[in-house]
């Protein structure tokens, strides 16, 4: 019976000790981990909203970029670090939700994670080298089809989003493309520009300038909705295919059991500066779309996003390079 108090008195200081972390945080400075270089799309989201987060929070907030492996080393890092609300990570869709499919990770994105919050989402951007003789997306169906094999599509890199995005369409379509994968998105949008490839699926922050100059014509983009930053290019659905859907999301996770109270400051703090009008307008010249909402969200995203690439990535035995 003393030994059951003695326990109770320790589990019971313990948790006091864990509450009081959680009530006095933030008392250090956060680090706050990007899964992708300097001058990227994630390090601008990343710096600008780290810079308003130290505002706020009355502490540094250290952005430290860790490219590398699509993404997973920075993921990996984050997934094994203390759950004390000190280290936070701003990942994208690979390392979340599909690399799981094509290679023995470190980490289990579903298990070693706590989704805080969407930070943004784009969409891919169909593109195709100016000189094909589509204007369409039913004229490239049609084109391809009478063209088995003959039509080569960049990517960004083997079991990039932005192949699994063009596998999918070739399912969906029955079309015949020869993949060319890239070491990175703009050599590969070069190559379209270029004809060295004739296709592939871009984000719009690599793609636009191309676009714009006429090099490349953009047929549709892959949201369910228009996309309000370019609101002139029509659909997948409205250009034909109803079903199609495939969107570049980031947000911002910490590590498993970090105190909830953290998470729910976190979450209404990020979201409060995601809806700053400078942050927009920066995020928005950048070619992002901020998004926010709820941890349950972000997860529910998550798990509905690898449940939709796994049969994808299965089919077509994509790898990592």
Request: proline residues 8%; glycine residues 6%; without cysteine.
């Amino acid at each position: 019976m003393k030994l059951f108090s003695v326990l109770a008195l320790l589990l019971l200081g313990l948790t006091g000790n864990i509450a009081r972390a959680a009530d006095a945080w933030p008392s250090k400075p956060i680090r706050f981990v990007v899964a992708a270089p300097a001058g990227s799309s994630l390090d601008i989201i990343a710096r600008t909203v780290g810079d308003k987060l130290k505002d706020r929070l009355n502490q540094a907030v250290i952005v430290e970029n860790v490219p590398g492996a699509f993404g997973t080393i920075a993921t990996a890092q984050v997934a094994r670090a203390a759950p004390d609300g000190y280290t936070m990570l701003l990942s994208f869709n690979g390392p979340l939700a599909f690399i799981q499919f094509m290679t023995k990770l470190p980490y289990d994105p579903q298990r070693d994670l706590q989704p805080v919050m969407i930070a943004s989402s784009q969409p891919n951007i169909l593109a195709v080298n100016a000189d094909l003789p589509v204007r369409t997306l039913k004229d490239l169906i049609t084109h391809a089809n009478a063209n088995p094999g003959k039509l080569n599509y960049a990517s960004v890199g083997n079991g990039s989003s932005s192949h699994l995005t063009m596998e999918l369409f070739k399912s969906m379509t029955g079309t015949y493309l020869v993949h060319i994968p890239y070491n990175g998105a703009p050599p590969a949008a070069a190559s379209v520009v270029a004809g060295d490839t004739q296709l592939l699926f871009s984000v719009p922050t690599v793609v636009l300038p191309h676009v714009r100059s006429g090099k490349v014509k953009a047929l549709a983009v892959t949201s369910r909705t228009r996309f309000s930053l370019l609101p002139d290019i029509p659909t997948m659905a409205e250009a034909g295919m109803p079903a199609f859907e495939s969107l570049a999301w980031n947000g911002v996770l910490v590590p498993a059991r970090t105190p909830p109270d953290v998470v729910k400051r976190l979450n209404a703090e990020l979201n409060a500066i995601i809806q700053m009008a400078d942050v927009k307008a920066r995020l928005n010249n950048a070619g992002l779309e901020p998004v926010g909402g709820t941890p349950e969200a972000f997860k529910k995203l998550i798990d509905e996003e690898a449940a939709k690439w796994e049969p994808v990535i299965r089919k077509t035995k994509a790898k990592l390079d």
